[in-house]
């Protein structure tokens, strides 16, 4: 019996001994490198687990990703182009990610793994200003995250009133503050009052802080310097609708503009160097230069202005008196106005006027109070300019 006893004991012992460790590394882990191992838990020396991981993305297959590997050692490692499933294989690929967080799975026996996001609290955006018929009686409009951290909203036109960031539909867990556009908003605190107009919006679930800035307006392709993979390159607004970029240096190749970094809201067309940008429109093809850009997002209009170069006509010679007025705005310019185009501040248009002429009256007496937008064509330019009618 003693001898039983101490033979099981012998096999319990080199059971634990033996018991591999398995774990993930690489670039688009927590830790960032391919030197860190993060060990994963095992009840079966079989099937092993991690959960709530915050994964990066990977972009290039030879240096970014993940693997398995057995004891902190490559000599036994495990991996597949595959995500977020696949059978991983000895010295196989780079496991390519995708941001999140995930519950991973890996069994040790044929090579199987699962990455599966896990579970994530909603954050919506709840009240007046997104709602402004039914209140807080009316549902939250639900943020994006990727991690249960960061929350963001992009494409949604507020209108002026109070709101909330508020967790899961729940009442009793809402966040707030009394500043705007930015502030750190805490579990109970004043609802945050909103101004109309579209807001690109973040928040932190972690530390409150949040913020609601124009939305971005960016450019990119081949012709730039960040090719079609990489985050934009930012153009420059002070109103949300006129955005601005210098000195951009392109090669022969193609652009197109984007909002918020997402392909979800993108502008092009065969038109340069100017036209007017539609959605989900044809790459923009360029001639190698120094631009200055002028993109309109409510329209979609665009001009590229050779820097180098002495063009016959400049946006900048356009003049309007009086601005802010209460009726009637004159607007000159240095050559022969072909056509104004008037917008509201959303930018649907409201009035088509072709004067034909250097000068030109604009008749605003049935309008309301508030912000306006006009786009003045002129030969080969063109120019946006803001005007407010008091």
Same mark, same amino acid.
């Given at each position: 019996m003693k001898?039983?006893?101490?033979?099981?004991?012998?096999?319990?012992?080199?059971?634990?001994?033996?018991?591999?460790?398995?774990?993930?590394?690489?670039?688009?882990?927590?830790?960032?490198?391919?030197?860190?191992?993060?060990?994963m838990?095992?009840?079966?020396?079989?099937? $092993?687990?991690?959960?709530?991981?915050?994964?990066?993305?990977?972009?290039?297959?030879?240096?970014?990703g993940l693997k398995f590997r057995q004891d902190h050692d490559w000599a036994v490692n495990w991996g597949s182009a595959n995500?977020?499933?696949?059978?991983?294989?000895?010295?196989?690929?780079?496991?390519?990610?995708q941001a999140g967080t995930y519950d991973i799975t890996f069994n040790r026996s044929n090579g199987t793994y699962t990455f599966i996001p896990a579970a994530q609290p909603r954050v919506g955006i709840w009240g007046p200003a997104v709602d402004s018929q039914n209140g807080f009686g009316g549902p939250d409009v639900d943020m994006t995250t990727t991690d249960g951290i960061l929350y963001t909203l992009s494409g949604f036109y507020f209108s002026s009133g109070s709101a909330y960031f508020r967790v899961n539909d729940n009442s009793t867990l809402t966040y707030g503050s009394v500043s705007f556009p930015t502030g750190t908003a805490?579990?109970?605190?004043?609802?945050?009052?909103?101004?109309?107009?579209?807001?690109?919006?973040?928040?932190?679930?972690?530390?409150?802080? $949040?913020?609601?800035?124009?939305?971005?307006?960016?450019?990119?392709?081949?012709?730039?310097?960040?090719?079609?993979?990489?985050?934009?390159?930012?153009?420059?607004?002070?109103?949300?609708?006129?955005?601005?970029?210098?000195?951009?240096?392109?090669?022969d190749g193609e652009v197109k503009f984007r909002k918020d970094n997402l392909w979800t809201t993108n502008w092009g067309s065969l038109g340069f160097p100017q036209a007017t940008g539609i959605?989900?429109?044809?790459?923009?093809?360029?001639?190698?230069?120094?631009?200055?850009?002028?993109?309109?997002?409510?329209t979609g209009h665009y001009l590229f202005t050779n820097t180098l170069s002495n063009p016959e006509y400049s946006v900048a010679n356009v003049k309007i008196h009086p601005n802010p007025s209460n009726a009637i705005w004159n607007l000159k310019h240095d050559t022969t106005i072909d056509a104004v185009t008037l917008f509201d501040a959303s930018g649907k248009i409201i009035g088509n006027y072709a004067p034909n002429t250097t000068e030109f009256q604009l008749d605003g007496s049935n309008l309301s109070n508030g912000v306006y937008f006009i786009k003045i064509n002129s030969g080969r330019d063109f120019s946006v300019q803001k005007i407010i009618r008091n």
């Open positions: 001898k039983i006893l101490l033979s099981s004991l012998l096999l319990l012992v080199c059971h634990i001994h033996y018991a591999q460790v398995i774990s993930i590394i690489g670039s688009t882990s927590p830790a960032g490198n391919w030197s860190t191992d993060i060990d838990a095992t009840t079966d020396n079989i099937t $092993y687990t991690l959960t709530n991981v915050n994964l990066t993305t990977a972009t290039d297959p030879g240096t970014t995500f977020p499933m696949g059978t991983a294989v000895q010295n196989g690929a780079n496991i390519m990610t805490v579990e109970q605190g004043p609802s945050i009052q909103v101004a109309g107009g579209e807001w690109f919006v973040t928040f932190n679930r972690s530390t409150g802080a $949040y913020s609601f800035t124009y939305p971005s307006i960016g450019i990119l392709g081949d012709a730039t310097s960040v090719g079609w993979l990489n985050d934009d390159i930012d153009l420059i607004t002070t109103d949300g609708f006129e955005y601005t970029l210098n000195d951009l240096v392109l090669t959605q989900d429109g044809p790459n923009i093809p360029v001639t190698a230069g120094t631009y200055d850009v002028v993109f309109q997002k409510s």
